[in-house]
């Protein structure tokens, strides 16, 4: 082969010379490459196994190869140049913008209606419910209700917290996208769910609430993964070297039964006794286990 259709030839495709000599060329020499790091390895099994992968592979490589500007202009386009890995700041970006209107939506649709829904005077009044569950939880109602409104459920400290919200939207709509913005967001909106009662029963307020969580800890994910990284890779894997205890002390005793058509409540009485006497006295001692009999 002459110099100039040598030249031609590597012009025309990359070229990868093998240890033991063997020359590979286009899409063939850059998967080659590439297998030299564990997760691209696949890439190379696909087009040499995979029946007219390689084929595919590279009549896409010699369409790129023939038109190298356009290419070049695009993937200057889309990664710049030279190529730096994705950051997805234009997506986190646009994605907190627009939690930032749902936000704003959500705080002004339930905040009007405030006062009249939960208000003093209004048909489900906060205090009265607040009242309601501390008295019957103690002092697990603050974390079982989590809200802001414990510490007044005045009809001024609840128009106070929806306003606030309506302002921290506002600053994240507007690209000021701190975490302690978007923290705020979520304490002030989970504040309004669960002090709202029934009026915050709907799939979206507890939708919106999720996205919110997440949201708090969006850019995080070089920590979490650094951290955590090897862990959760192993668990999507099924790898876990917890250890297993197969066999634990018994508990509790049980029967259960099944019935072909719904039994009227007034002959379930010898039903409950055959199940109670199934899973009682005789058994238990069986195992070894002492016990008493109770009612309600």
């Given at each position: 082969?002459?110099?100039?259709?040598?030249?031609?030839a590597?012009?025309?495709?990359?070229k990868?010379?093998?240890?033991?000599?063997?020359?590979?060329?286009?899409?063939?020499?850059?998967?080659?490459?590439?297998?030299?790091?564990?997760?691209?390895?696949?890439?190379?099994?696909?087009y040499?196994?995979?029946?007219?992968?390689?084929?595919?592979?590279?009549a896409?490589?010699?369409?790129?190869?023939?038109?190298?500007?356009?290419?070049?202009?695009?993937?200057?386009?889309?990664?710049?140049?030279?190529?730096?890995?994705?950051?997805?700041?234009?997506?986190?970006?646009?994605?907190?913008?627009?939690?930032?209107?749902?936000?704003l939506?959500?705080?002004?649709?339930?905040?009007?209606?405030?006062?009249?829904?939960?208000?003093?005077?209004?048909?489900?009044?906060?205090?009265?419910f607040?009242?309601?569950?501390?008295?019957?939880?103690?002092?697990?109602?603050?974390?079982?209700?989590?809200?802001?409104?414990?510490?007044?459920?005045?009809?001024?400290?609840?128009?106070?917290?929806?306003?606030a919200?309506?302002?921290?939207?506002?600053?994240?709509?507007?690209g000021?996208?701190?975490?302690?913005?978007?923290?705020?967001?979520?304490v002030?909106?989970?504040?309004?769910?669960?002090?709202?009662?029934?009026?915050?029963?709907?799939?979206?307020?507890?939708?919106?609430?999720?996205?919110?969580?997440?949201?708090?800890?969006?850019?995080?994910?070089?920590?979490?993964?650094?951290?955590?990284?090897?862990?959760?890779?192993?668990?999507?894997?099924?790898?876990?070297?917890?250890?297993?205890?197969?066999?634990?002390?018994?508990?509790?005793?049980?029967?259960?039964?099944?019935?072909?058509?719904d039994?009227?409540?007034?002959?379930?009485?010898?039903?409950?006794?055959?199940?109670?006497?199934k899973?009682?006295?005789?058994?238990?001692?069986?195992?070894?286990?002492?016990?008493?009999?109770?009612?309600?």
């Amino acid at each position: 082969m002459s110099s100039f259709h040598r030249c031609r030839a590597i012009a025309s495709a990359v070229k990868l010379i093998l240890p033991d000599g063997e020359v590979r060329s286009g899409e063939y020499a850059a998967l080659t490459a590439l297998a030299s790091i564990p997760d691209k390895r696949r890439l190379l099994w696909v087009y040499e196994r995979l029946p007219g992968a390689g084929t595919l592979c590279e009549a896409a490589y010699s369409l790129i190869a023939r038109h190298r500007s356009f290419a070049f202009q695009v993937t200057r386009l889309l990664w710049g140049i030279p190529v730096r890995p994705e950051t997805y700041h234009v997506t986190s970006l646009l994605f907190l913008r627009l939690l930032g209107a749902i936000y704003l939506v959500a705080f002004v649709s339930f905040g009007v209606q405030a006062i009249g829904l939960i208000g003093s005077h209004g048909i489900l009044p906060v205090t009265d419910f607040l009242r309601g569950v501390h008295d019957y939880l103690g002092v697990s109602a603050y974390w079982n209700i989590p809200t802001l409104l414990w510490v007044n459920s005045g009809d001024v400290f609840l128009k106070l917290v929806w306003i606030a919200g309506v302002c921290l939207s506002l600053l994240l709509l507007f690209g000021a996208n701190a975490r302690v913005v978007r923290l705020g967001l979520f304490v002030l909106y989970l504040s309004l769910d669960t002090a709202g009662q029934v009026f915050m029963t709907y799939q979206w307020d507890a939708l919106l609430l999720e996205a919110g969580f997440l949201a708090v800890f969006l850019g995080s994910e070089v920590v979490i993964v650094r951290r955590y990284g090897l862990r959760l890779h192993q668990l999507a894997r099924g790898i876990d070297d917890s250890s297993v205890i197969s066999d634990r002390l018994t508990q509790s005793i049980s029967a259960e039964d099944t019935f072909e058509h719904d039994v009227p409540l007034s002959e379930t009485e010898p039903i409950i006794r055959r199940l109670a006497e199934k899973s009682g006295p005789p058994r238990a001692r069986s195992r070894g286990l002492r016990g008493r009999w109770c009612s309600n």
